[in-house]
């Protein structure tokens, strides 16, 4: 079986990010990209699959600037086998990836797809919905489990409330949730040898999908700071001041 | 007349990147919960030892065509530097073994490499450098620890003190007299590896100030027997030449490690002092504290540069001993003074030993005296400016 990881890569979970000052967007200059963490799980339990002996080969896939080539290789050195960029400068919004994942499902017919349920960057939370919806594959998003047998696939996802299992018929769209797993790092001998693995290069327009944005941001702004709390004496006093002065009871 | 063979490589932006985000994500997960324990216990962090194996830090500059990584000096300076910002012990451990590989894989005959090196490079046989003695560390021509010509072997007499990984490790470089009649005295030296057998003892663990956690040893040599194959290049004579060979990359190394330890005192002053607040505001915004962190922060910057221009003049193959001096002796000092800082900016918690700083603190001054004092810095560097400067 082939599994297939679409990863994309977002600032760094680390960095602290700032609005750009004109309102359109955040600021992207000197700022430190890394694989979206979610993304990475994905990676590492297509791995674990492999090394499994469930799968046979992985492919990671990035849509982005030429940049996310540097994204790939993180993966390729973690272990994926290898790599396609679907080069783009437009940031494409989910159902936009979503239809360029689905036309590379086609060619590369993988058995089963992981994806982050989420990126860091927009959290939108849509992609594999939309990539399962469009291929009329069945999903289990959110899994902190996976279960490979006989052809079938057990998916512990986490729900509001507690765990919920469902059984997939292959192939199948997979969302990650946190604590799916905890990704390796790369050792220094892959990162090396992952330069020798292949990337392919395509293009959106030679698989015949628009990028065009369908959605407009009109003002992206910084949330508000949070003002320090107070401290109350008794519980009367609280009450008195969530009444009184904050309206909520 | 020298037989080295050097194969430095190029080096690749994107590529250390990758390297540097691997070994941060090792830090961050595997090493810092741990470090403070490991410290106050002077731990050996056997765990993080072998996880320095499947990072593959022990073949990091052993060159490829050896098992190694083949890294460039520039790379692996950026790798130490990294991880003395999170606990500067560690590199210790990869840092003799490396210098102690790269005598064999610099002045080593082609069987030597070829029988040694692989080893070296995935950890299987780890070790470190024995040239110090208990009179003499400075004047290393002075040594007295004596190898006797038997046969087919060695045989080796002495006492070597202040040995990294002396008692984890299990092979090291050991500089000894073959000739002690010898005139110039440095044709009288050789340098053999000296794997651990009968006749090779440790004899006691090294209590020190810092650098705790790796293992410093005193070793003691009773007709040690060694097979006369482990002699470095095959040829008697050559060994001052063998370890001063690699003392430009360790000047690099042990500068790198005070880059890491003058950033870690620089960051945390600069964290700290916006949550720590006095007379109504952050301490950052009293300027007396500013006036440290702008020191700080210079003298960090000043010390990498000089520490990536003499790794980019050793990687081109170019002359810099006097780089390498100088970014041993300014960052090191960097070290000491930032950490000095941080614990001033820190008050009292900078003396406790539940924060980082005082680990810096005592950390700190072995960059000035390890690889050369940097009072032998300062002179090599005067020379240097008189030779290169002729009137
Ligand atoms: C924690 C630790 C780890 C070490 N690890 C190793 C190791 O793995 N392998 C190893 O072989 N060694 C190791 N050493 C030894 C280290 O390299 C020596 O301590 C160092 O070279 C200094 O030598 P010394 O201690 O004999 O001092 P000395 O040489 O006695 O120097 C004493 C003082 O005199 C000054 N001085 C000496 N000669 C001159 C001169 N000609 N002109 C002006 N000033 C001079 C020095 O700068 C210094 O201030 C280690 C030491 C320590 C503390």
Redesign the pocket.
């Known amino acids: 079986m082939k599994i297939m990881v679409p990863i994309k890569r977002v600032v760094d979970y680390n960095v602290k990010i700032r609005v750009k000052a004109d309102g359109t967007g955040v600021d992207l200059n000197n700022v430190k990209m890394s694989m979206n963490p979610f993304d990475e799980i994905a990676v590492e339990e297509a791995i674990r699959l492999k090394e499994a002996g469930s799968a046979t080969e992985i492919v990671a896939v990035s849509i982005g600037p030429q940049q996310a080539q540097e994204t790939i290789r993180t993966a390729l050195a973690m272990g994926a086998d290898r790599g396609i960029l679907i080069k783009t400068d437009t940031d494409a919004e989910p159902l936009t990836v979503a239809k360029l994942l689905k036309a590379l499902c086609a060619e590369e017919k993988p058995g089963l797809v992981i994806l982050g349920k989420q990126a860091i960057d927009n959290d939108c939370n849509q992609t594999g919905q939309m990539l399962a919806a469009l291929l009329q594959w069945p999903q289990g998003t959110f899994a902190s489990k996976l279960a490979l047998s006989s052809g079938k696939l057990a998916v512990t996802r986490e729900v509001d409330g507690g765990l919920q299992t469902v059984e997939l018929n292959l192939p199948a769209i997979v969302t990650t949730d946190l604590r799916l797993n905890e990704p390796r790092y790369a050792s220094l001998p892959n990162i090396m040898k992952a330069k020798k693995k292949p990337i392919d290069e395509k293009t959106p327009e030679a698989l015949g999908i628009d990028t065009a944005p369908r959605l407009k941001t009109l003002k992206v702004v910084e949330p508000p700071k949070r003002q320090s709390g107070v401290k109350v004496k008794t519980v009367g006093e609280l009450v008195d001041k969530l009444r009184n002065e904050v309206g909520i009871i | 007349m020298s037989t080295a063979v050097d194969t430095r490589p190029v080096h690749d932006e994107a590529e250390d990147e990758q390297i540097l985000d691997a070994i941060r994500k090792w830090l961050e997960r595997d090493v810092k919960p741990h470090v403070l324990e490991l410290e106050h216990k002077d731990e050996y962090p056997q765990k993080m030892v072998e996880q320095m194996m499947e990072l593959g830090l022990f073949g990091a500059s052993i060159s490829a065509d050896y098992g190694g990584l083949g890294l460039s000096a520039t790379t692996y300076a950026k790798i130490v530097t990294t991880i003395s910002e999170v606990w500067m012990s560690l590199t210790?451990i990869f840092n003799?073994h490396l210098i102690m590989a790269a005598a064999v894989q610099r002045f080593g005959t082609e069987e030597q490499k070829r029988k040694w090196l692989p080893k070296f490079a995935t950890g299987e046989i780890r070790g470190?450098?024995?040239?110090?003695e208990p009179?003499?560390?400075?004047?290393l021509q002075a040594i007295r620890t004596r190898a006797v010509r038997q046969g087919d072997h060695y045989v080796i007499n002495g006492t070597?003190?202040?040995?990294?990984?002396?008692i984890k490790g299990s092979c090291y470089a050991l500089?000894v007299k073959t000739d002690p009649e010898a005139q110039p005295r440095h044709k009288g030296m050789s340098m053999f590896l000296a794997p651990k057998g009968p006749g090779f003892r440790v004899s006691r663990k090294?209590e020190?100030l810092g650098?705790k956690g790796i293992d410093?040893a005193e070793l003691i040599f009773e007709d040690y027997k060694v097979p006369a194959e482990n002699l470095i290049g095959g040829v008697e004579g050559r060994g001052f030449h063998n370890a001063v060979g690699g003392l430009e990359l360790g000047r690099i190394n042990v500068a790198a490690r005070g880059v890491g330890i003058a950033n870690a005192a620089l960051k945390e002053s600069v964290a700290y002092s916006q949550i720590r607040k006095t007379m109504g505001k952050p301490i950052c915004q009293h300027q007396a504290i500013q006036l440290k962190l702008g020191d700080m922060a210079t003298r960090c910057e000043a010390a990498r540069l000089l520490v990536e221009q003499a790794a980019r003049a050793y990687d081109k193959g170019e002359r810099c001993d006097m780089e390498a001096g100088m970014a041993k002796l300014f960052a090191s000092e960097a070290a000491v003074e930032n950490s000095m800082e941080a614990m001033r900016i820190h008050g009292g918690y900078g003396y406790s030993k539940e924060f980082n700083i005082e680990r810096y603190y005592r950390d700190a001054p072995?960059m000035c005296?390890?690889?050369?004092?940097?009072?032998?810095q300062r002179?090599i560097i005067a020379r240097q400016l008189v030779e290169r400067n002729p009137v």
Do not use: H, R, V
Not at chain 2, 160 to 166: D, E
């Open positions: 210790g003799s470190g450098l024995a040239l110090t009179d003499c560390g400075t004047d070597k003190t202040w040995i990294s990984n002396g500089l090294l020190k650098y410093s072995l005296i390890g690889e050369g004092t940097n009072e032998m002179i």
